[in-house]
């Protein structure tokens, strides 16, 4: 069976509406392979040829005079492409990193890209329906770090992604039990599939123990419960 390879995929603009004339500055992409982030990764700045939007500038902090030296798009298009491959792109919010691409790869008379998409904005709220889930949100809700996110960019955002995509589709959640580095260097990351239990080593708990007054107490209350609790019935 062939390795199943998707590639995370984020990046950053000079405003909301490519139809409006606003390109793309910054590409971040992770790979990821049977559910295991390789540590390959391709990432670059580009000089659009137009100013940022302010309100642009303050999310993702990538000035105009930043970007005077940076290639032109259609000068990466190949080597981007490249690295994408025919993977399973993984973005959050599809439509919109989707719709700048596709605008920059006409721009470059190239064809517009046909790799199978997992929107995880879309899955995100299939799974928590009436609940926030924005990246920094999503983070929170699976005990993803996301302390070195104080502002926007593709190839953080794509990395903090993958780690969030692995937690909400195979359970992987980190409660402080899992190694904090994920083996990172290494270039593993920690895979809990749906119902494996982490296995906790070489930690010494505090396990706590009732005394007599509070198993007296407990055996009380339960007694008030009469005959029929669940709990008598399986003692």
Same mark, same amino acid.
């Given at each position: 069976?062939?390795?199943?390879?998707?590639?995370?995929?984020?990046?950053?603009?000079?405003?909301?509406?490519?139809?409006?004339?606003?390109?793309?500055?910054?590409?971040?992409?992770?790979?990821?392979?049977?559910?295991?982030?390789?540590?390959?990764?391709?990432?670059?700045?580009?000089?659009?040829?137009?100013?940022?939007?302010?309100?642009?500038?303050?999310?993702?902090?990538?000035?105009?005079?930043?970007?005077?030296?940076?290639?032109?798009?259609?000068?990466?298009?190949?080597?981007?492409?490249?690295?994408?491959?025919?993977?399973?792109?993984?973005?959050?919010?599809?439509?919109?990193?989707?719709?700048?691409?596709?605008?920059?790869?006409?721009?470059?008379?190239?064809?517009?890209?046909?790799?199978?998409?997992?929107?995880?904005?879309?899955?995100?709220?299939?799974?928590?329906?009436?609940?926030?889930?924005?990246?920094?949100?999503?983070?929170?809700?699976? $005990?993803?770090?996301?302390?070195?996110?104080?502002?926007?960019?593709?190839?953080?955002?794509?990395?903090?992604?993958?780690?969030?995509?692995?937690?909400?589709?195979? $359970?992987?959640?980190?409660?402080?039990?899992?190694? $904090?580095?994920?083996?990172?260097?290494?270039?593993?990351?920690?895979?809990?599939?749906?119902?494996?239990?982490?296995?906790?080593?070489?930690?010494?708990?505090?396990?706590?123990?009732?005394?007599?007054?509070?198993?007296?107490?407990?055996?009380?209350?339960?007694?008030?419960? $009469?005959?029929?609790?669940?709990?008598?019935?399986?003692?």
């Amino acid at each position: 069976m062939a390795d199943m390879r998707q590639v995370v995929l984020d990046t950053e603009t000079t405003g909301i509406d490519p139809a409006k004339g606003h390109r793309v500055i910054e590409i971040g992409a992770v790979e990821v392979v049977d559910r295991r982030i390789t540590g390959a990764h391709f990432h670059q700045y580009l000089n659009p040829d137009r100013q940022s939007d302010p309100e642009a500038v303050r999310i993702h902090g990538i000035t105009d005079a930043f970007l005077v030296d940076k290639p032109r798009f259609a000068e990466i298009a190949g080597s981007f492409l490249a690295f994408l491959g025919d993977a399973q792109l993984v973005i959050h919010n599809a439509p919109f990193d989707l719709g700048f691409l596709n605008a920059e790869l006409r721009r470059s008379d190239l064809p517009g890209l046909g790799n199978p998409v997992l929107d995880t904005l879309v899955e995100a709220r299939r799974r928590h329906p009436g609940q926030k889930n924005d990246l920094n949100s999503l983070c929170r809700r699976y $005990g993803v770090d996301n302390s070195q996110r104080t502002l926007h960019g593709a190839l953080l955002d794509c990395q903090i992604l993958a780690e969030v995509y692995m937690a909400m589709t195979g $359970g992987q959640v980190d409660m402080g039990l899992l190694s $904090g580095d994920r083996n990172r260097e290494n270039g593993q990351a920690a895979d809990q599939t749906a119902g494996e239990t982490a296995r906790v080593a070489d930690r010494n708990l505090r396990v706590l123990w009732a005394d007599p007054s509070a198993q007296t107490a407990h055996e009380s209350y339960l007694e008030g419960m $009469g005959e029929g609790a669940l709990w008598r019935k399986g003692s």
